[in-house]
């Protein structure tokens, strides 16, 4: 049984049936799928599968060592295809993970021998070796004793064959041969049957051989038992057995297996199933009831003439402590298999606290199509989650147009190979078994739902209705996020303050009495934040309005800041006083005499020895991608996120870099043109189906119907130590900088501004400034 709310399901990979907690694939799987991400078409299975660099599937690779497929382990042309094995159950160590083979270079050689060796055993062996009696797993108990059919012929096909025990039974059988004074030939003969019983022995898998299976030997069974005997290889029967051909009529069995009788049949009593060659009309358990109990009617089934214990025959007997948990009208009895097995006492009472079976889910009231919500009224998921907790997809019951919209759902997912293929199903299922799939489903419904579970998601789901027309969509869901925050913080104000400050804004975004340059609202978040606590602190003090405002309150806000804090809110400050009184609202401007120093500093050189080794230390594709082109062409950040695909030239060594209605081509030298085209064959053999026009994309942005960009956060991972992609920048401006001295060739070079490009000449050759630095 699965521990808590696992369930016992095929993975999504190798197809074996494992137990799975919440986990669309076993623990084996989800390791390759972070060693190996290229997905292709096995040679061996032909199956659609994750491939390692021999270009095999898990499943394969783990045949291969299992089975000894020396032709698929030396990648022989003209192998062909196998057939997969069903596995079922996997224990997590190293018996569910699959090595790589070593086929060159290193160990490959002597590897390569060994398969070698192992394939021309196999060929030589293949017509002369039958499949007969072939060992079994030393220690495993088998279910029942399968009879076997000995003959002349099994003789000659077991002759020759190593088998364990051979030396230490021969020596026995030598002694034995010269007490009695055997001939040549008998004990030729009964060496040959001898290593017979060896190879039963082996096949049975156990240390000692039971002495029923000797009955099997086609001759020589008393020599062969007193040669096992005395070698302390044989396992005697507990009573005497006669091992003649007349004494083979009662069935032979071995402690621990249940023999296998054609004729099966129920107690008579307890009405469990057993093998009736053995027990009769009932079972051991219920003969001993019948000896000691006195007969009546049960109680709980009814039923007459039953061995009664406190009035319950013995099949009741375990039910006693449910049925006073729970009384019912209905007794059932549940089916039982009597197996014989050592140390069997009294079946355990059924425990009361094993869950009962969960209420159906509820019914939904779908909606139908063309229908208008009459209210708008926002759904509580939680009630619903409640209903359907530990219930699965499969147990809601879709049908029709519901389980084909799940059912494509899926297959786009597994396309996309979304890594929360099962959070998405999920949410859908839920989504079209309460609203159903006829009419369209409010976006707020799909993200309210997400916010309920950890195990369910919006963002996806969204994309895949409204591609198929099934999606009301929510404009306050799709706001500027920073718009959104700058409006709640300037409502969280007094009401004049909030004015001022509302005007100030607009005046950002080019919306006052003059035209000016329209600011992001991401540009004016930065500032706000840095007012935010001023502002606030402004209000408590019974501050009504910013013409109260006077150059002592601007002095006390900003002496308790420093370093960088203390020039974001001097220049936040300058501006929401400059803004208002150029567009009247204040009288005075009390931040004008506020220093605000240098805002980009002198631009620091990196280490050389850091920068040498930087490209050796990048090992993704996508990582040297970046390094190198803001370390040698001084690309930014936020650039490096929006380059398009086709601004890349390869055939004419150019890459473009939009800069709003301008353009700056950067003319690439051998290394970045090699990295560029190794970065174009990366991305497409991991994500051929990716339709995101950007250069740079992730494993979330490739597939994205939105294509989304990428965050700066994936650029800087894969940055060596002691670097980062700004300071890689300025070096190369800066080293280009002392090369030539010329800002002209700076703003060429790297497209950058006037100010920007004499900042970096003064930097480097302060003694062509009228100012030395301090």
């Known amino acids: 049984m699965a521990a808590g709310g696992a369930t016992a399901r095929s993975c999504a990979d190798c197809l074996g049936w494992v137990v799975l907690n919440q986990r669309g694939a076993c623990a084996g799987c989800r390791r390759w799928r972070q060693h190996y991400r290229e997905r292709g078409t096995c040679p061996r299975c032909r199956h659609e599968r994750l491939l390692n660099s021999d270009g095999l599937c898990r499943s394969c690779l783990q045949a291969i060592r299992l089975l000894d497929d020396a032709e698929w382990a030396l990648g022989m042309e003209g192998a062909p295809p196998r057939d997969l094995q069903l596995t079922v159950g996997v224990y997590h160590d190293r018996a569910d993970s699959a090595r790589q083979l070593s086929r060159a270079g290193g160990a490959g050689p002597r590897t390569s021998a060994v398969w070698t060796l192992r394939l021309k055993q196999q060929r030589a062996g293949a017509e002369l070796r039958p499949a007969v009696l072939e060992p079994g797993v030393w220690g495993q108990i088998p279910l029942f004793t399968i009879p076997r059919t000995l003959t002349d012929d099994t003789v000659r096909a077991v002759a020759g064959r190593p088998v364990p025990g051979w030396e230490k039974a021969q020596a026995v059988l030598e002694e034995i041969a010269a007490e009695r004074g055997l001939s040549r030939g008998t004990r030729y003969r009964k060496a040959a049957l001898l290593r017979l019983a060896l190879a039963v022995r082996a096949a049975e898998g156990t240390c000692l051989l039971p002495e029923v299976l000797l009955r099997d030997l086609p001759a020589g069974r008393n020599t062969i038992r007193l040669v096992l005997q005395r070698a302390g290889l044989l396992d005697p029967a507990p009573e005497p057995l006669r091992l003649s051909r007349a004494g083979r009529r009662a069935p032979r069995t071995v402690a621990g297996r249940v023999p296998l009788c054609r004729s099966q049949r129920s107690c008579a009593d307890c009405q469990v199933w057993m093998p009736s060659g053995q027990y ?220 001022e400050v509302g005007q100030w804004v607009k005046v950002q975004r080019s919306q006052g009495r003059h035209e000016g340059e329209v600011r992001g609202y991401d540009a004016i978040r930065p500032y706000l934040a840095s007012l935010q606590p001023v502002l606030t602190a402004w209000a408590e003090a019974g501050v009504l309005s910013l013409r109260e405002i006077t150059r002592h309150h601007v002095d006390a806000a900003v002496d308790g800041h420093s370093g960088r804090g203390r020039r974001q809110l001097a220049l936040a400050l300058r501006s929401l006083f400059r803004t208002l009184k150029r567009e009247r609202v204040v009288f005075r401007d009390p931040a004008q005499h506020l220093r605000v120093g240098n805002p980009t500093g002198i631009p620091k050189p990196v280490p050389s020895d850091l920068l040498a080794r930087a490209l050796q230390q990048t090992k993704t594709p996508l990582g040297r991608l970046v390094l190198v082109l803001a370390a040698v062409h001084a690309v930014p950040v936020h650039e490096l996120r929006t380059i398009l695909t086709c601004d890349l030239d390869l055939a004419r060594g150019t890459l473009v870099i939009r800069r709003g209605l301008r353009r700056h081509i950067l003319y690439l030298e051998e290394l970045t043109h090699q990295i560029a085209a190794d970065w174009l064959d990366y991305r497409h053999r991991r994500w051929p189906a990716s339709t995101n026009p950007r250069l740079i994309v992730s494993q979330r942005s490739a597939l994205d119907p939105d294509h989304p960009a990428v965050g700066k956060t994936l650029l800087r991972d894969d940055v060596p130590e002691g670097l980062t992609l700004v300071g890689l920048r300025q070096d190369r401006i800066l080293n280009e900088a002392f090369e030539t001295g010329d800002p002209l060739r700076l703003m060429r070079l790297f497209g950058v501004g006037e100010k920007t490009a004499m900042h970096y000449v003064a930097s480097a050759h302060p003694e062509k400034t009228s100012r030395l630095p301090r």
């Open 280 to 499: 009769g009309s009932r079972c051991t358990p219920c003969q001993h009831w019948r000896q000691k109990l006195t007969r009546g009617t049960c109680a709980r089934c009814h039923r007459q003439e039953l061995p009664l214990r406190k009035g319950r025959c013995r099949s009741c007997r375990p039910y006693r402590l449910l049925d006073d948990a729970q009384p019912a009208t209905t007794r059932y009895t549940q089916l039982m298999i009597d197996v014989p097995v050592r140390g069997s006492g009294p079946p355990p009472p059924i425990p009361v606290d094993e869950p009962s079976r969960p209420d159906p889910p509820p019914a939904p009231a779908h909606t139908a199509a063309g229908q208008e919500q009459l209210f708008a009224v926002r759904r509580d998921w939680r009630r619903l989650l409640v209903r359907l907790q530990g219930r699965n997809t499969a147990e809601l019951g879709l049908t029709g147009t519901t389980a084909r919209l799940v059912e494509d759902f899926s297959q786009v997912l597994h396309e996309r190979q979304s890594p929360s293929h099962n959070s998405n199903i999920r949410t859908l299922s839920i989504l079209v078994y309460w609203c159903g799939a006829d009419a369209a489903i409010s976006e707020r419904d799909v993200h309210d739902l997400a916010r309920t579970g950890s195990d369910l998601t919006a963002k996806t789901v969204c994309q895949f209705l409204r591609d198929r027309d099934l999606l009301l969509q929510d404009p306050d869901l799709h706001r500027d996020v920073d718009l959104a925050w700058i409006e709640a913080t300037v409502a969280a104000l007094p009401e004049v303050l909030a004015d």
